[in-house]
């Protein structure tokens, strides 16, 4: 049994194949030795993706011609530079299907970003008795800010629990909903299971209840269809450094009348209209929300990072990921011992297991003697841990340039850690 949330793409032979040796040439990392005689495995990418030289390059240039602050800046420079920073908001805007680039909220970090709505829609909006619906396999960064929000207003934190498989039934999403519930975040793509969620389907029912939805898209903007015009969301978070763009900046998409109903969280230069001693106003969107020097050069790498995905074209990428990750089910489910959790119908990315006899830390740091990242832990997600009544997984999790043959190295790395660890 395997399962993929792409399937469709595979089964479509008139999606083409990505050329992987000519993506994989384009990404530095790829290109060397962490130990000796040990090439690069990286299985790593849920955590963070590697980085293409178009990327790169990107950020190097704006720091080496443009370095300047963007906005009112009247020099050739900050002129450049703002350039270049809003035509990034606008790559953003089409990849992501928003209707305007004032619902593009460019953000430090998708938890930056879903902060801001929990500290300006939340606390504007929510009142003592109102449900704040989460599931059971959200990422700490969807779970925590709804918690000190709910502390402050008097809501009451609902969670969806996910069954054995991981995944989170449509019955036990709607037994959760009610009148009171007012908003329901969740994720697109579990970042420790790689379970994909029916964002559609229960944004429909959050709405017929009257809820307001905002969906962490860290892992969904990467793996999956993330048009929020067809979601219709009311709130899209994501980070950059995960869809092959910097660290330090991400997104905030929220549809414009919410947006423009919310006070600013962050107040600061650029976020104003008028300041006085006496009261001040604000500035139009997306700018309200943008207190400060913005992460200039980042969000110039996030543009660059959006054309690379774009230029190779999502359908493919899907398929591709989609053969290794069905791929990798089949391989590593066939080891003795080894334990794969979460085994949803729709899946993206992730491989998480745990290994009989020996702990996920001690498996991670005998792959990494053979030159194969993985990540180990609870992965920001320890609820989902719970679950499963384990402290932590083994997570190898894939990108685009991501193989077969990664897969099959995975697998002869596991074979060794069971020689020091046999099975009790």
């Known amino acids: 049994m395997t399962a993929s949330s792409i ?17 994989r040439a384009q990404f530095p990392a790829l290109q060397q030795e962490v130990h000796p005689g040990k090439a690069l495995i990286y299985l790593d990418s849920a955590a963070t993706a590697l980085k293409p ?10 720091y080496a011609r443009n370095t300047a602050n963007v906005h009112r800046g009247v020099h050739a420079l900050s002129q450049r530079a703002t350039a270049d920073y809003e035509d990034a908001r606008e790559k953003v805007r089409g990849f992501i299907g928003a209707t305007a680039v004032e619902e593009v909220i460019f953000c430090a970090s998708a938890t930056a970003a879903i902060n801001l709505v929990a500290n300006s829609w939340g606390a504007k909006n929510l009142k003592h008795g109102d449900e704040i619906l989460i599931t059971e396999l959200e990422h700490h ?15 009451k934190l609902v969670v969806v629990p996910i069954n054995d ?26 970042n420790s299971l790689g379970t994909v969620l029916p964002v559609k389907r229960f944004t429909a029912l959050a709405h017929d209840a009257g809820a307001k939805v905002l ?15 067809d979601l219709d969301v009311d709130f899209y978070a994501f980070s950059a450094h995960k869809l092959y763009g910097p660290t330090g900046v991400g997104v905030l998409y ?11 969280w962050l107040g600061g230069g650029d976020m104003i209209d008028e300041v006085r001693f006496d009261g001040s106003t604000w500035n139009d969107l997306p700018y309200k929300f943008e207190a400060g020097t913005p992460p200039i050069a980042n969000a110039i790498g996030l543009g660059a990072a959006v054309d690379f995905v774009r230029d190779l074209g999502m359908d493919r ?13 089949d391989q590593l489910g066939a080891i003795d011992g080894l334990n794969l959790i ?16 020996a702990h996920p830390t001690d498996v991670g740091t005998l792959l990494d003697a053979e030159g194969i990242a993985v990540r180990t832990g609870h992965h920001c997600a320890q609820p989902v841990m719970a679950h499963y009544g384990v402290p932590a997984t083994a997570r190898a999790s894939l990108g685009v340039y991501s193989t077969k043959a990664e897969i099959d190295a995975l697998v002869v790395g596991l074979a060794k850690a069971r020689q020091l660890f046999p099975a009790t």
Request: net charge negative; proline share 3%.
């Open 165 to 190: 498989r991981g995944e989170v039934e449509e019955r036990a999403f709607t037994e959760k909903l009610s009148e009171r519930t007012a908003i329901a975040a969740f994720a697109h793509v579990s």
């Open 342 to 357: 979460g085994t949803a119908s729709q899946k993206a990315s992730v491989l998480a297991f745990t290994f009989d006899g």
């Open 7 to 23: 399937a469709a793409a595979i089964e479509n032979a008139t999606v083409p194949s990505l050329d992987v040796a000519a993506v």
């Open 215 to 229: 969906v962490d898209g860290c892992q969904g903007i990467v793996h999956g269809d993330a048009n929020v015009r």
């Open 317 to 329: 990428i899907q398929k591709h990921e989609g053969e290794v990750l069905e791929y990798g089910h």
């Open 254 to 264: 929220g549809k414009e009348a919410i947006l423009d109903a919310m006070p600013p």
């Open 141 to 155: 960064a969807n779970i925590v800010p709804w918690q000190l929000v709910a502390e402050r207003t008097g809501a």
């Open 53 to 62: 030289q178009s990327v790169i390059d990107a950020i190097t240039a704006s």
